[in-house]
């Protein structure tokens, strides 16, 4: 063969070669499978490269330098892993991230509406409206406290705690027991003797882990953090100087990739990726309605404890020790069949005194009072005297609307035949929840728009009672009800101005009574 024979078939040669790689590119571009096995083939190539000898590929095993890791990690925070058992979902160390983040004034600030603070008040006998508008304007002084930038610090503290939480509970245990059958729990003294395992015995630990680590900041305010966790657990969680080390350590590992390129050549997936979420728990926003409905509930408290000292002294001073008569079906025995579903009945106790206000006073010396003045007195016209009456009239018609009402709530009237219908389905049926619901509001403001019609009832005979006490006083050429008053007071024995104040005081101690339960539902609508 001469030289331009040899030159043509090297250019043959020359020409075959390339058009096989024009072809392989062109056709095996469009070649999953072919495009598969040649990034496995780089895969293998970085494994084989990496300073990490944690897989054997030829072998396709993880040495035990790769349990050596876990045990090394897992030496570090092991002992966290107990102390830290239930923090991922503890809204008490969510509250230490929170306060830990606030200057001494501003702690000193919530401290000034707590619980024990507002009692020390309390006792030291500070006006209770006026304690009530301090604590107020202090919640809203601290509220405000919670700007932009000191949100952003407190919910980055808590980014920060949600890396390390996740990373500290990962299951190292069980990972090491798998390379070593005697691995004891919690032994973190213990000489390992590692064996190299197959690989696709971890290839969901190690997933798992890539998703713990890749979160983990070594720029983070670890100091922040871990002081916060000993105010927590009153106990260093990890050794920091180890901790610093084992970051160092993790940025190695992550910008190796060492994992990654791990679980791709052992599931035989070039394509796989880490895939993680950042934490977005806002911990500021919970934590500030906390406080927020903690500090009103307090505020309520101090308000009923206030207004059931109050009404004691009032029942004392009204009834005497009397024993307190009760409605029949507006009672607890009717209301403990749901008031685990809904609020119930909540005007008992006042009705309870209205019935017992109506027989033990209204109808005996009310009563008898009007009826001895309107007979025996000689009124200056007889306007002023039927005034009486009618007053007189209209509370006695507002006790028969009492017992009116109570049989309503009888299983046979109209309140009670609909509670009893709804009360056992409201539980698994919503129209039924909302029939009673309606039944026992319809009740409740039946029974308070009664109370507080006896109030202003009262209210009117007690001023007609004044008047004539007043009246009773004057000289006797200034009478201006009656005219008899020498008269009407031999009749009464001396004592008519007596009984007069007497009955006096009663309705208007007793008006004060009934007027906190409207108040009470004055401040509920």
Request: hydrophobic share 40%; net charge positive; with cysteine.
């Amino acid at each position: 063969m001469g030289k331009a024979g040899a030159a043509k078939s090297r250019e043959k040669g020359t020409g075959g070669s390339f058009l096989d790689k024009f072809l392989s590119l062109i056709f095996g571009a469009n070649d999953p499978e072919k495009e598969r096995k040649r990034l496995l083939k780089e895969v293998t190539g970085a494994l084989k490269k990496s300073r990490f000898k944690f897989l054997s590929v030829k072998n396709e095993q993880a040495l035990p330098g790769l349990a050596k890791l876990f045990y090394d990690i897992y030496k570090v925070i092991g002992p966290a892993q107990a102390l830290l058992q239930n923090a991922g979902s503890s809204n008490a160390l969510k509250t230490i991230l929170v306060e830990a983040q606030l200057t001494k004034e501003q702690a000193a600030l919530k401290d000034s509406f707590s619980e024990e603070a507002i009692r020390e008040k309390l006792k030291k006998g500070v006006d209770t409206q006026k304690l009530i508008a301090e604590v107020k304007n202090n919640l809203s002084s601290f509220l405000a406290v919670f700007d932009t930038a000191l949100t952003q610090k407190i919910n980055t503290l808590y980014d920060v705690f949600t890396s390390f939480f996740t990373f500290t509970m990962y299951d190292y245990y069980f990972i090491l027991k798998k390379f070593d059958s005697s691995f004891p729990e919690k032994a973190f003294t213990y000489t390992p003797k590692f064996e190299a395992i197959n690989a696709e015995y971890i290839i969901e630990e190690l997933k798992d882990f890539v998703d713990v680590i890749m979160p983990l900041d070594k720029s983070a305010d670890w100091d922040s953090l871990f002081n916060t966790l000993k105010n927590y657990r009153d106990v260093d969680i990890v050794g920091r100087p180890a901790w610093r080390k084992l970051m160092a350590l993790m940025v190695d590992i992550k910008s190796s990739s060492i994992f990654e390129l791990m679980i791709r050549y052992i599931s035989k997936d070039p394509f796989f990726k880490a895939s993680y979420t950042l934490s977005t728990e806002k911990i500021t926003d919970p934590y500030i309605t906390q406080i927020k409905n903690q500090t009103e509930g307090l505020i309520r408290g101090v308000l009923q404890e206030k207004r059931n000292q109050k009404t004691d002294q009032l029942v004392k001073v009204v009834f005497n020790l009397k024993e307190m008569m009760s409605l029949k079906h507006y009672a607890e025995k009717t209301n403990i069949t749901f008031t685990k579903k809904i609020d119930g009945f909540l005007y008992m106790d006042a009705a309870n005194y209205l019935k017992t206000f109506m027989i033990d006073y209204v109808k005996t010396e009310m009563k008898s009072l009007c009826d001895f003045m309107v007979v025996r007195g000689k009124w200056a016209t007889n306007l002023l005297s039927q005034q009486m009456t009618d007053s007189m009239q209209k509370i006695l018609a507002i006790s028969d609307d009492l017992l009116k009402f109570d049989e309503a709530c009888a299983e046979n009237g109209p309140f009670g035949m609909k509670i009893k219908k709804a009360s056992p389905r409201a539980e698994r049926d919503g129209a039924a929840l909302r029939m009673l619901k309606d039944a026992v509001n319809d009740a409740n403001k039946k029974i308070i728009g009664i109370i507080v019609e006896s109030a202003q009832v009262l209210i009117g005979f007690g001023k007609i009672l004044k008047n004539l006490i007043d009246d009773y006083d004057a000289p006797e050429t200034q009478h201006q009800l009656l005219i008899n008053w020498k008269e009407v007071d031999s009749e009464a024995e001396g004592v008519i101005k007596q009984k007069m104040s007497d009955l006096y005081k009663k309705i208007y101690y007793f008006i004060q009574l009934m007027q906190i339960y409207v108040k009470q539902e004055q401040d509920a609508a």
